[in-house]
T-cell receptor, first 110, second 116 residues
Framework: KQEVTQIPAALSVPEGENLVLNCSFT??????LQWFRQDPGKGLTSLLL?????REQTSGRLNASLDKSSGRSTLYIAASQPGDSATYLC?????????FGSGTRLLVRP | ETGVTQTPRHLVMGMTNKKSLKCEQH?????MYWYKQSAKKPLELMFV???????ENNSVPSRFSPECPNSSHLFLHLHTLQPEDSALYLC???????????????FGEGSRLTVL
């Protein structure tokens, strides 16, 4: 059974810092991995999708990497801003389903 | 309207009421999903519809009844709910090309349900 874990559960950083969010999964047989952002009380916004054949994807200040063999993905946020404050969710596409981690709650302090 | 829209955004209902949540996607996708998000728990997949056919029922109690009349619309009919069913219900859609790959999912804003 696929399980997805995100570490840390919460993170508080000063504005301008570069930061890394971690995601690990137990079954390496995945089709793709997706990173989402969720603001309080809102839905999920897709940030990046990495196919199983890819090593990384970039969008603006965001860079996501995938190491399928070790069951890990990281989301790198460069030059963090207060507007980046949100919960970041990792989800693994495994056998017809998207399995989610519990998320990392990020606070970027001005 | 663009993306995935959900109505109502907020719903308060008693345990004996019957209500429905509605989801509409404007992305031309062929698959739609219902997820439940409870406090301090990961998102839980409830139902999956591919080409209007239900392909997944993740052991959801029968008091939740999905309906997918066409590939753009998805409903979740609610009846005789319990207070522990209070949660954020999220709808998503994706384009499934075949096989077990769900493709990239796009979510709506969710319907916040409170059961008294």
């Amino acid at each position: 059974k696929q399980e997805v874990t995100q570490i840390p559960a919460a993170l508080s950083v000063p504005e301008g810092e570069n930061l890394v969010l971690n995601c690990s999964f137990t079954d390496s047989a995945i089709y793709n991995l997706q990173w989402f952002r969720q603001d309080p009380g809102k839905g999920l916004t897709s940030l990046l999708l990495i196919q199983s054949s890819q090593r990384e994807q970039t969008s603006g200040r965001l860079n996501a990497s995938l190491d399928k063999s070790s069951g890990r993905s990281t989301l790198y946020i460069a030059a963090s801003q207060p507007g980046d404050s949100a919960t970041y969710l990792c989800a693994v596409n495994s056998s017809y389903k998207l399995i989610f981690g519990s998320g990392t709650r990020l606070l970027v302090r001005p | 309207e663009t993306g995935v829209t959900q109505t109502p955004r907020h719903l308060v209902m008693g345990m004996t009421n019957k209500k429905s949540l509605k989801c509409e996607q404007h992305l031309g996708h062929n698959a739609m999903y219902w997820y439940k998000q409870s406090a301090k728990k990961p998102l839980e997949l409830m139902f999956v519809y591919n080409f209007k056919e239900q392909t997944e029922n993740n052991s959801v109690p029968s008091r939740f009844s999905p309906e997918c009349p066409n590939s753009s619309h998805l409903f979740l009919h609610l009846h005789t709910l319990q207070p522990e069913d209070s949660a954020l219900y999220l709808c998503a859609s994706s384009q499934v090309s075949g096989g077990a790959d769900t493709g990239e999912l796009f979510f709506g804003e969710g319907s916040r349900l409170t059961v008294l």
